[in-house]
T-cell receptor, first 113, second 115 residues
Framework: EAGVTQFPSHSVIEKGQTVTLRCDPISGHDNLYWYRRVMGKEIKFLLHFVKESKQDESGMPNNRFLAERTGGTYSTLKVQPAELEDSGVYFC???????????FGPGTRLTVL | AQSVTQLGSHVSVSEGALVLLRCNYSSSVPPYLFWYVQYPNQGLQLLLKYTSAATLVKGINGFEAEFKKSETSFHLTKPSAHMSDAAEYFCAVRDSGGGADGLTFGKGTHLIIQP
């Protein structure tokens, strides 16, 4: 069974540009989460989808971040325009139910120059 | 609001020695508690979890953790360290009261194994 996959693994962009991160959850997992780890800090929750609906987006830093999950399958996280402080590793996780184990992807390392 | 404190950003032990990684949490009610491990270039992998059943929880790779409500702690231990245990370890909590499902993580502890 394939795990959670994320694309790209690395992204280097200039300040002001747009970047879109993609997450493919484990097949059949309705719950999808985004997290971010800024260097030297803890991993922080960004938002939670149940199927295509945003269940909790309390961790989204600001309106430069837009997450979507059309059709309840894969999800994208767009940062527009990117700022220096957006640099970090973005993790995606999925679970079968709301209390199920969250399985994490390898992360996307975003560097904003 | 929940919070997690992991004591020590780096812990070094000799191969074969006891591993002890500390985790304390702050929560208004006993939460669900987790330990994750991240090996280089990989995602986080669940080691073990506490969800209000037995307070001593056994996980994969010989790790275990004990939930101590009075100390608000969930320390991770392994009797004998192996070189393959070198990784970064994260303690995390989640609301057990039907609220938010996102995990709150500690800052992580790098476990270094000395030969």
């Amino acid at each position: 069974e394939a795990g959670v996959t994320q694309f790209p693994s690395h992204s280097v962009i200039e300040k002001g540009q747009t970047v879109t991160l993609r997450c493919d959850p484990i097949s059949g997992h309705d719950n999808l989460y985004w997290y971010r780890r800024v260097m030297g800090k803890e991993i922080k929750f960004l938002l939670h989808f149940v199927k295509e609906s945003k269940q909790d987006e309390s961790g989204m830093p600001n309106n430069r971040f837009l997450a979507e999950r059309t059709g309840g399958t894969y999800s994208t996280l767009k940062v527009q325009p990117a700022e220096l402080e957006d640099s970090g590793v973005y993790f995606c996780a999925s679970s079968q139910g709301r209390v199920g184990e969250q399985f994490f992807g390898p992360g996307t390392r975003l560097t904003v120059l | 609001a929940q919070s997690v404190t992991q004591l020590g950003s780096h812990v070094s032990v000799s191969e074969g020695a006891l591993v002890l990684l500390r985790c304390n949490y702050s929560s208004s009610v006993p939460p669900y508690l987790f330990w994750y491990v991240q090996y280089p270039n990989q995602g986080l992998q669940l080691l073990l979890k506490y969800t209000s059943a037995a307070t001593l929880v056994k996980g994969i790779n010989g790790f275990e953790a004990e939930f101590k409500k009075s100390e608000t702690s969930f320390h991770l231990t392994k009797p004998s360290a192996h070189m393959s245990d070198a990784a970064e370890y994260f303690c995390a909590v989640r609301d057990s009261g039907g609220g938010a499902d996102g995990l709150t993580f500690g800052k992580g502890t790098h476990l270094i194994i000395q030969p």
